[in-house]
């Protein structure tokens, strides 16, 4: 089974923090993704990895940076957090498309709370 | 950008009760996939249907590409058929891009 592990469930941070939100998948995915999930708004797409050290930016990038130094690894960096920020974060893989269904398998999520 | 539309917002059915969920998409996809988050907040993936008809047990999805929507159908709903179903579509630009649709929260009572 694919796994896509987040490091924490749960973070409380407070506001002007340096936050990393980790992810990790294990089935040799090229893709990978963060999205935020906030009620009645569904799921925006933050950032995107087609490769290692390939990123591109989603609909709401602002305020977020990335890393991806490893295949399996992608990291969300919130330079200096702030209240908006606080959300559910899900971190997902994927196969390449078009070679692929691109299939998206999420991580358990993270709920991150900026006070 | 590509919108998506999901619809009803909001659904409470009895237990046993059928239901139709619909996604709505303003341009031309690659894909579309459908996903349901459980209460916890996992989201599991339902079908990938980029158009036609599939079924997997009492559920099936139909995409019609051609007039930009798609349809998730739950039959004989179960308690364990509550939480939020999203469609998310990969836009025809751009491979592996997906955008979600804002989602349909389920509720099915006993």
Not at chain 1, 21 to 27: I, K
Not at chain 1, 61 to 67: A, K, N
Not at chain 2, 87 to 94: D, G, L, R
């Amino acid at each position: 089974d694919v796994k896509v592990t987040q490091s924490s469930r749960y973070l409380v941070k407070r506001t002007g923090e340096k936050v990393f939100l980790e992810c990790v998948q294990d089935m040799d995915h090229e893709n990978m993704f963060w999205y935020r999930q906030d009620p009645g708004l569904g799921l925006r797409l933050i950032y995107f990895s087609y490769d290692v050290k390939m990123k591109e930016k989603g609909d709401i990038p602002e305020g977020y940076s990335v890393s991806r130094e490893k295949k399996e690894r992608f990291s969300l960096i919130l330079e200096s957090a702030s209240t908006n920020q606080t959300s559910m974060y899900l971190c997902a893989s994927s196969l390449p498309r078009p070679s692929s269904t691109g299939e998206l398998f999420f991580g358990e999520g993270s709920r991150l709370t900026v006070l | 950008g590509i919108q998506v539309e999901q619809s009803p917002p909001d659904l409470i059915l009895q237990e046993g009760a059928n239901s139709t969920l619909r996604c709505n998409f303003s341009d031309s996809v690659n894909n579309l996939q459908w996903f349901h988050q459980n209460p916890w907040g996992q989201l599991i993936n339902l079908f990938y249907i980029p158009s036609g008809t599939k079924q997997n047990g009492r559920l099936s999805a139909t995409t019609v590409a051609t007039e930009r929507y798609s349809l998730l159908y739950i039959s004989s709903s179960q308690t364990t058929d509550s939480g939020v179903y999203f469609c998310a579509v990969e836009m025809k630009t751009s491979y592996d891009k997906v955008i979600f649709g804002p989602g349909t929260s389920l509720s099915v009572i006993p």
